[in-house]
């Protein structure tokens, strides 16, 4: 296993440095990529982390069987910013979409994971939840480095499963039988999403490619078809949650989470039965922390608690849309069949900025140089002397109400704009109870440093003709 490591490493090795002298390698295939983010999927929403209710037996093998990371983080605290991480490589203080209003858009000049992908020959495909430029504007994903794009743009209109339309780079796709109803229609849009990526997956197959299956689930308004598998599993589940929108959200929450398990696993056969299983590297991931919904007098950390431990009690502070350890971790696995070492767990700690320029690692290229990111490519697959994994002076992330800092196991937070700087070390206070600020006055002042020159004066992409995006037609 680790010569096989090795051996891939300098052979990355070789690749770069052949493609620096412009000599292109002969018989270098490239690993496949496959990135599945979840949306608002939380820590402990899986059967492998202690879910007493949660069954995602296909989520917990590619955990059992490559490597899952108790610490990396997301990139915001919300749906919006925190795919402007991942995509630009940059943490909040420079990326260009910094809030969850809706309507904001890459800037025409940002590059992304795809345009790195693409410039090093991989056929590049997106399906889902884009919420970094509507239709009509400088962010739409075909003008970043995305070959084809399936599915939401403006992310307010992937809220609904059953929307009147789809957007295929740029042109929308009307849907059979929805009628604008956000719970019930006759073409559920997640379903049809996940064939798109299926159909992609199998026409790339002879190329490297890279799939990002942004999808919606479990977020949004809770509805699927009658006949989905999982609802009928829940659907007759009596439980003392509290009501959301519907009567049996939580149970179409839980049928949700267990469905794209099995979508999971849907790609992984795929994969396998195209031969292709063991050149593909697979992510897993949330996108920013969970909700604790359906709470109650006898569920305080929500129904499901996706940020409350099963076997110790000790719960992450806060949730999605704060700062705080709630609001941040989010479940992390990637599975690569004898490149990543099974059973791994790695505490490294990391977020979404990294993504691009360990994916650029992987493609045997270079990130760009606006990147925030450290590569974990020694950690996926082994330090060697020639790798050693490098770590991050901090971790940065802001909005427009606070921000906050990571600097080992020290976390500054600034909740709100009002409120003073917390200061935890995380080492010994996980749930964020001990505010050491007064204590550690010096360690704060250095983490203000970090935060004085992570920010940057925001930019913003451009609307070029509002009359065709999602807030353009009275009927969207």
Wanted: charged share 20%; net charge negative.
């Amino acid at each position: 296993m680790k010569s096989k490591k090795i051996s891939y490493i300098l052979l990355t090795l070789v690749f770069i440095a052949m493609t620096a002298c412009n000599t292109k390698p002969e018989k270098v295939k490239k690993p496949n990529i496959v990135y599945i983010m979840m949306d608002e999927w939380g820590y402990f929403e899986s059967s492998g982390m202690g879910h007493p209710i949660f069954e995602t037996p296909t989520i917990d093998r590619l955990a059992s069987n490559g490597m899952r990371f108790t610490q990396f983080l997301a990139g915001g605290n919300v749906c919006a910013p925190t795919r402007s991480t991942f995509i630009t490589g940059q943490h909040t203080g420079h990326t260009t979409v910094r809030s969850n209003s809706g309507g904001l858009s890459l800037a025409a000049e940002d590059i992304t994971i795809a345009n790195v992908l693409k410039d090093a020959g991989y056929a590049t495909g997106g399906f889902g939840k884009w919420g970094l430029g509507d239709v009509g504007t400088t962010g739409v994903p075909e003008n970043h480095g995305f070959d084809t794009f399936f599915g939401y743009y403006h992310q307010v209109h992937a809220h609904t499963y059953y929307p009147r339309y789809l957007v295929h780079n740029s042109e929308k796709v009307p849907l059979e039988g929805n009628t604008g109803d956000f719970l019930s229609g006759e073409t559920f849009s997640h379903h049809l999403i996940h064939e798109k990526g299926l159909e992609f997956i199998r026409s790339k197959k002879e190329e490297p490619f890279f799939a990002y299956m942004a999808w919606t689930p479990p977020h949004g308004y809770w509805a699927m078809p009658e006949d989905e598998p999982t609802w009928q599993k829940y659907k007759n589940k009596e439980w003392d949650a509290t009501n959301q929108k519907g009567k049996y959200d939580a149970q179409m929450y839980a049928a949700m989470v267990e469905m794209v398990d099995r979508q999971v696993g849907e790609i992984v056969t795929l994969l396998e039965e195209l031969g292709i299983a063991d050149n593909t590297i697979i992510f897993v991931s949330g996108d920013n922390g969970g909700q604790p919904y359906f709470k109650n007098e006898n569920h305080p950390h929500g129904f499901f608690a996706p940020n409350l431990n099963p076997e110790t009690g000790k719960r992450f502070r806060g949730g999605k849309g704060n700062f705080y350890e709630g609001g941040l971790r989010i479940p992390f696995i990637a599975y690569w069949p004898e490149q990543i070492a099974p059973g791994s767990v790695s505490n490294h700690l990391g977020y979404f900025p990294d993504i691009m320029p360990t994916l650029a690692d992987i493609a045997g290229t270079k990130a760009p140089a606006s990147t925030d990111g450290v590569s974990i490519a020694p950690t996926l697959f082994g330090e060697t002397l020639e790798f050693s994994q490098k770590q991050h002076d901090y971790l940065y992330w802001e909005d427009l109400k606070g921000r906050a800092i990571r600097m080992g196991d020290w976390k500054a937070i600034k909740p709100n704009k009002q409120a003073d700087y917390e200061l935890y070390d995380l080492s010994s206070d996980i749930e964020e109870q001990h505010n050491l600020a007064t204590e550690h006055p010096e360690i704060l002042e250095k983490m203000l440093r970090y935060a004085q020159q992570a920010h940057t004066p925001p930019k913003q992409g451009k609307v070029l003709d509002a009359s065709v995006g999602f807030k353009g037609h009275k009927k969207d």
